[in-house]
């Protein structure tokens, strides 16, 4: 199916252990985003990528790693997890053309214990 | 300062009600506007662009002033449906390099 997909979407991990977040898109996208969404935070920027092997920081990037080594692909790990890191974490994709519409996958539910 | 800031709310309003949203963006490099609807645990979905000569689609009327790094959004004859979060967002350049969004306005339309 086309779109843009997410998993798992939901994870219980413990504190100190290693977890991927995985992002998947079917359209070619060159941008591509991860996104955290906490009560009274919203939606921050945590990194994105241009096109496939560029990468770039955005608002609160430390305790993660992100790569891109192929278009449709955006994983993002927490290298050891933390109890604030507990949270909604949303991949996004755009196309730098036209409405720049970004779409959502959606979400994973990551609990930190 | 957030490079966005929204009311949070929440606005209670009966159906019917007109409702407007304001939104302030810091950045006068901003260049592209949108709202954003986030229906309850669920992902963002683009409700529309903000245009500087204003724009309109169906209930919904989208402005932007950008002399005062304003943005608004205007909801007639609410619907039930309508009840959701609006999320303000902004991009600092036409490339569509990431997308900054502010804390949300939520809407909770009552029968």
């Known amino acids: 199916d086309a779109g843009i997909t997410q998993s798992p979407r939901y994870k219980i991990t413990e504190t100190g252990r290693q977890v991927t977040l995985m992002c998947h898109q079917t359209w070619s996208h060159s941008y591509m985003f991860w996104y955290r969404q906490d009560l009274g935070h919203g939606l921050r920027l945590i990194y994105y990528s241009a096109a496939a092997d560029i990468t770039d920081k955005g608002e609160v990037p430390d305790g993660y790693v992100v790569s891109r080594s192929k278009t449709e692909n955006f994983p993002l790990t927490l290298e050891s997890a933390t109890r604030s890191q507990t949270s909604v974490y949303f991949c996004?994709?755009?196309?730098?053309?036209?409405?720049?519409?970004?779409?959502f996958g959606q979400g994973t539910r990551l609990t930190v214990v | 300062r957030k490079e966005v800031e929204q009311d949070p709310g929440p606005f209670n309003v009966p159906e019917g009600a007109t409702v407007a949203f304001n939104c302030t963006y810091s950045?006068?490099?901003?260049?592209?506007f949108f709202w954003y609807r986030q229906d309850c645990r669920k992902e963002p979905k683009l409700l529309m662009s903000v245009y500087s000569s204003g724009n309109e689609d169906g209930r919904f009327t989208a402005q932007l002033n950008r002399a005062s790094q304003y943005i608004s959004l205007l909801i007639r004859d609410s619907k039930l449906s309508d009840s959701a979060t609006y999320l303000c967002?902004?991009?600092?350049?036409?490339?569509?390099?990431?997308?900054?969004f502010g804390k949300g306005t939520t809407l909770s339309v009552s029968s």
């Open positions: 996004a994709s755009s196309e730098p053309r036209g409405t720049i519409e970004a779409f």
């Open positions: 967002v902004v991009t600092l350049n036409q490339a569509g390099t990431a997308l900054i």
């Open positions: 950045n006068s490099a901003s260049q592209s």
